[in-house]
Structure formats: structure tokens, C-alpha cells
């Protein structure tokens, strides 16, 4: 079982700029697909960033061209940049496998952007 600790979030105005980041621990061995989700109390959990083992990276139709995953394979650690903040950007943001593992939820890290 992986288990993943987010970090990073924060209080920010409409147009600036947050880094997430995301450590793995535990079984790691074999991590492929790893992705930020994020989620507000109206909506579902939604996923808004992917990336492969290899580098290969996926993103969200709402979030294209802003944000940027990268991960550091040797340290476990997935990162989440995130420029030109949004209101709508406001939510919980985890990471986890891709298709997601339902015992590998962290607590989150809350983003929190004012018009």
C-alpha cells in the first residue's frame, strides 16, 4: 500500500501562483500513473493532472496551460504548479495513483483563491 502526503497549499489572490507537493511512502515500487484530484463540498472528486512514470503528463480541460506536473522519481515526490489561480480553482487538492487507490487517500492540502 502507497501512501501520499500532500503539502503546499494556501491563501493566494486571483492570478498568482501556488507549488504543491506530494510525498510517496510506503510501496512505491512500481508507482506508474500518479495524479493530482482535487475536490470542493458542490463537486466530486476531480482528477486535474497526470503524470507517467516516464514524464508523460495529462491535464484537465479547466486547467490547461496553467498548471504543470513534475515528479522527482528518486525522492517519490510529484509536484503540482500551479500559475494564474482562479476563484473556481478553490478546493482540497490530494494525489494519488492513477486509476486511483481507494486506502491511499491522504488528508489534502487546501487551495484557497480570492477575487
Known amino acids: 500500500q502507497v501512501q501520499f502526503v500532500e503539502s503546499g497549499g494556501g491563501l493566494v489572490q486571483a492570478g498568482g501562483s501556488l507549488r504543491l507537493s506530494c510525498a510517496a511512502s510506503?510501496?512505491?515500487?512500481?508507482?506508474?500513473?500518479i495524479g493530482w484530484y482535487r475536490q470542493t463540498p458542490e463537486k466530486l472528486r476531480e482528477s486535474v493532472a497526470l503524470?507517467?512514470?516516464?514524464?508523460?503528463?495529462n491535464y484537465g480541460n479547466s486547467v490547461k496551460g496553467r498548471f504543470t506536473i513534475s515528479r522527482d522519481n528518486a525522492k517519490n515526490t510529484v509536484y503540482l504548479q500551479m500559475n494564474n489561480l482562479k476563484p473556481e480553482d478553490t478546493a482540497v487538492y490530494y494525489c494519488n495513483k492513477f486509476p486511483y487507490a481507494r486506502d491511499s487517500w491522504g488528508q489534502g492540502t487546501q487551495v484557497t483563491v480570492s477575487s
Open positions: 503524470i507517467g512514470s516516464g514524464g508523460e503528463t
Open positions: 510506503g510501496n512505491t515500487f512500481g508507482l506508474n500513473v
